[in-house]
């Protein structure tokens, strides 16, 4: 079975559509999203465009703020301090990778909690890991929206995630534990990777590594989610999982483009939605 994401990203769209729209008419403002990317990384740039574009697709508010490179850290969190003081902008993402010289961490920190869209502050990260209501990372909210979808059995199983970022690895390998899945976090380090790989129910691969997982690495059946995107030297997209030679044994997986990547967009969508809620009822 295909898990197609940017189906069930486009039926998600089109209901918070509607939802916007009726938002408007009730409290006479959309809400509003300002995306700010520093630098021109190619790949930045295709997912603040397609970021960009499922704002309109919803009908929010909002503004692309393209900053040059060279911008400094200063300029950088001046910035995003006069868009936490605007009290028309709802949510705030300031997409990563951040070029060198700015700190990454600074910046998540000088993002209101309240229209951190991402759930990267580290308040939004405690409660997250605390069970309190919050911001939830928009990729790891994707994958459990196309488990559910799919009705995947979680309980008692054991996931394994390879990867432990913040952004992806660390928050997926949570909301799996919260649905009772055992859980196995791998990584780079990991020894002997294909018999870690081997034993999960449900696979998620978050490395940024292309295709490192191959089909004697997947037990039968198993449920695969592949949060890479990799461009390959020919300029194909793949994905961290080798998917010709992991289809034929998964039981479902998601392909790449069109699996998780949509599903992230769609997400961002939802929580500025759940930003203007929350400001709205202040
Ligand atoms: N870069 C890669 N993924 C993400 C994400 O989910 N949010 C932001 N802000 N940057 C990213």
């Given at each position: 079975?295909?898990?197609?994401?940017?189906?069930?990203?486009?039926?998600?769209?089109?209901?918070?559509?509607?939802?916007?729209?009726?938002?408007?008419?009730?409290?006479?403002?959309?809400?509003?999203?300002?995306?700010?990317?520093?630098?021109?990384?190619?790949?930045?740039?295709?997912?603040?465009?397609?970021?960009?574009?499922?704002?309109?697709?919803?009908?929010?508010?909002?503004?692309?703020?393209?900053?040059?490179?060279?911008?400094?850290?200063?300029?950088?969190?001046?910035?995003?301090?006069?868009?936490?003081?605007?009290?028309?902008?709802?949510?705030?993402?300031?997409?990563?990778?951040?070029?060198?010289?700015?700190?990454?961490?600074?910046?998540?920190?000088?993002i209101?909690p309240?229209k951190d869209?991402?759930?990267?502050h580290?308040?939004n990260?405690?409660?997250?890991?605390?069970?309190?209501?919050?911001?939830?990372?928009?990729?790891?909210?994707?994958?459990?929206?196309?488990?559910?979808?799919?009705?995947?059995?979680?309980?008692?199983?054991?996931?394994?995630?390879?990867?432990?970022?913040?952004?992806?690895?660390?928050?997926?390998?949570?909301?799996?534990?919260?649905?009772?899945?055992?859980?196995?976090?791998?990584?780079?380090?990991?020894?002997?990777?294909?018999?870690?790989?081997?034993?999960?129910?449900?696979?998620?691969?978050?490395?940024?590594?292309?295709?490192?997982?191959?089909?004697?690495?997947?037990?039968?059946?198993?449920?695969?989610?592949?949060?890479?995107?990799?461009?390959?030297?020919?300029?194909?997209?793949?994905?961290?999982?080798?998917?010709?030679?992991?289809?034929?044994?998964?039981?479902?997986?998601?392909?790449?483009?069109?699996?998780?990547?949509?599903?992230?967009?769609?997400?961002?969508?939802?929580?500025?939605?759940?930003?203007?809620?929350?400001?709205?009822?202040?």
């Amino acid at each position: 079975m295909i898990l197609d994401g940017k189906q069930l990203a486009q039926q998600l769209k089109e209901a918070m559509r509607e939802q916007v729209a009726a938002l408007a008419k009730q409290y006479g403002r959309k809400p509003c999203l300002n995306v700010i990317i520093v630098g021109e990384n190619p790949a930045s740039m295709a997912y603040v465009q397609n970021k960009i574009k499922a704002t309109e697709y919803c009908g929010f508010d909002g503004e692309l703020i393209q900053l040059p490179e060279s911008t400094s850290q200063e300029e950088l969190l001046r910035i995003i301090r006069e868009c936490n003081a605007n009290p028309t902008v709802d949510g705030i993402l300031v997409q990563l990778p951040l070029p060198k010289h700015i700190d990454e961490q600074a910046v998540i920190e000088t993002i209101d909690p309240d229209k951190d869209v991402d759930g990267f502050h580290p308040s939004n990260v405690a409660k997250l890991w605390l069970n309190q209501p919050t911001i939830v990372p928009c990729t790891p909210m994707g994958i459990m929206a196309l488990l559910e979808h799919s009705h995947t059995p979680l309980e008692g199983r054991h996931a394994v995630v390879v990867g432990r970022s913040n952004i992806v690895g660390k928050p997926i390998a949570k909301l799996l534990l919260d649905k009772n899945c055992t859980v196995t976090i791998a990584h780079s380090r990991t020894a002997d990777l294909g018999a870690v790989c081997r034993e999960a129910d449900i696979l998620v691969v978050a490395v940024g590594r292309p295709r490192i997982i191959t089909g004697e690495m997947v037990k039968p059946g198993a449920t695969v989610i592949d949060v890479g995107i990799n461009r390959t030297d020919n300029g194909k997209l793949v994905g961290d999982v080798d998917f010709e030679s992991v289809a034929p044994v998964a039981g479902a997986i998601t392909p790449v483009p069109g699996g998780v990547g949509p599903m992230t967009i769609t997400m961002l969508m939802h929580n500025t939605i759940q930003c203007f809620q929350k400001r709205i009822n202040k």
